[in-house]
């Protein structure tokens, strides 16, 4: 059913002409940040196949600069997932640098994302990210895991010291918090040591400014903005869907959020915007939807 949706909103899009419309009306001049968590190496060589031609890449910290006439993307990845590695070669052969929003505590350690965990899949994942966060902790602590213990039964699920070495002169590695909690939920003095102790944890495994963040599933509130700027941190990336220019709040980055299994007909649908506006209608999401337009933003969305 979601496939054969896909299939129909992709053929109605590509046959409008709208990816061209749009790049048009309102990307040039403006900078689209594309938001992957794990695609296959295939599958992000066909979308910048796809897009080699039509747009310019820049690095993220040119994400609110001035335009200069050509839509432009910046690539980025949230979480630090180990097959990232395999995405190197891609990234060489399109001279894409891209940046990694890394998890602090979890990549270079033999950790697993809490979320990819055995026992936070069977407590159920979407209930555990709306709960306050010291009863999330206590929980999967009492079913028999802890976020800072290395779990040797475990799947490590995070890129190693050696791979980030590896990718570090083609890749800019920044900071997606130490843990992964959702920010709103978290007590002020946790949501800061999220934020600055990561910041301090990825400037250590890169030996490179961290000055970048990604809020953990795209939540966040005025309250995360202020102690994102008091950690020191230069731009915060939302999944807000937009794109981006000279005029853009830094700390409230728009993002097209795009699915890892994309076709490359249904990654260019997505990149209208339109099929994603029509994920959180289907989703019932309407009236986050329009607070979203009409008010601050803050926004629930995958990891
Ligand atoms: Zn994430």
């Known amino acids: 059913m979601k496939s054969l949706m896909r299939e129909i909103l992709t053929r109605a899009l590509l046959f409008t002409g709208a990816p061209a419309v749009v790049r048009a009306l309102f990307w040039r001049d403006r900078v689209a940040i594309l938001l992957y968590h794990d695609p296959t190496p295939a599958t992000l060589d066909a979308h910048f196949q796809y897009l080699k031609d039509k747009v310019e890449f820049v690095p993220l910290s040119q994400a609110n600069s001035r335009g200069n006439g050509r839509p ?45 965990h055995p026992i936070a ?42 791979q980030i070495e590896a990718m570090r002169p083609y890749v800019d590695f920044q900071s997606h918090t130490r843990f992964h909690p ?46 994102l700027k008091a950690a020191g941190y230069k731009t915060g990336r939302t999944t807000d869907v937009g794109w981006n220019d000279e005029g853009s709040d830094p700390f409230r980055l728009k993002a097209f959020d795009i699915e890892d ?41 995958r990891a």
Request: hydrophobic residues 40%.
């Open 72 to 116: 432009r993307v910046a690539v980025t990845f949230d979480d630090g997932h180990v097959r990232n590695a395999n995405l190197l070669p891609v990234f060489i052969k399109y001279g894409v640098r891209p940046t990694i929003y890394i998890c602090s505590s979890v990549v270079a350690h033999e950790r697993t994302h809490w979320w990819l």
């Open 182 to 227: 959702t920010l709103t939920r978290c007590e002020e003095d946790e949501c800061f040591e999220e934020m600055a102790v990561s910041k301090v944890e990825v400037e250590r495994i890169v030996g490179k400014p961290c000055e970048h963040f990604a809020y953990p599933y795209g939540i966040y509130g005025s309250r995360e903005v202020a102690l």
């Open 261 to 301: 299994d994309s076709s490359a007909q249904w990654f260019a649908a997505q990149l209208t915007g339109l099929t994603l506006v029509l994920r959180y209608l289907r989703l019932g999401r309407i009236r986050r939807f329009g607070a979203r337009l009409f008010a601050r933003p803050q926004s629930l969305n």
């Open 121 to 162: 899949k069977n407590a159920g994942v979407k209930r555990l990210i709306r709960m306050k966060n010291d009863e999330r902790l206590a929980e999967l602590d009492a079913r028999g895991f802890r976020q800072d213990r290395l779990d040797e039964a475990a799947t490590i699920s995070g890129l190693s010291a050696a």
